[in-house]
């Protein structure tokens, strides 16, 4: 089981830490593993977690260039809801938010 969350961890680089274990559960109970170790595998695989900044870079300039003819605020909202759809915290989405911004600026 943890080698194929393991597998599974490396193909879904593009997606957030939540949504990638949610989809890593789904794919074990498919596979016929029992319920309750499932919870130790996730646990296994949270100690490899990623860090989530690829991905949300990743879907954040996806969405930018899907909304990117809204005006600003509107813009940004959506921007922000999707993102959080998508599993990523408020607080990240407000960094890279942010971030863009600066450079729209510059």
Same mark, same amino acid.
């Given at each position: 089981?943890?080698?194929?969350?393991?597998?599974?961890?490396?193909?879904?680089?593009?997606?957030?830490?939540?949504?990638?274990?949610?989809?890593?559960?789904?794919?074990?109970?498919?596979?016929?593993?029992?319920?309750?170790?499932?919870?130790?595998?996730?646990?296994?695989?949270? !100690?490899? $977690?990623?860090?989530?900044?690829? =991905? *949300?870079?990743?879907? #954040?300039?996806? &969405?930018?260039?899907?909304?990117?003819? %809204?005006?600003?605020? !509107?813009? $940004?909202?959506?921007?922000?809801? =999707? *993102?959080?759809?998508? #599993?990523?915290? &408020?607080?990240?989405?407000?960094?890279? %938010?942010?971030?863009? !911004?600066?450079?729209?600026?510059?």
């Amino acid at each position: 089981g943890r080698k194929l969350a393991e597998k599974y961890m490396k193909k879904r680089t593009k997606e957030s830490n939540r949504l990638m274990m949610q989809k890593i559960e789904q794919q074990l109970l498919r596979k016929g593993y029992p319920s309750q170790i499932i919870p130790i595998i996730l646990e296994e695989a949270k !100690e490899n $977690k990623r860090d989530e900044t690829e =991905a *949300l870079n990743y879907q #954040g300039e996806k &969405l930018l260039r899907k909304y990117g003819k %809204l005006n600003g605020h !509107e813009k $940004k909202m959506k921007i922000k809801r =999707a *993102l959080f759809q998508k #599993g990523f915290s &408020l607080e990240q989405i407000d960094e890279f %938010l942010n971030q863009v !911004e600066e450079e729209e600026l510059d």
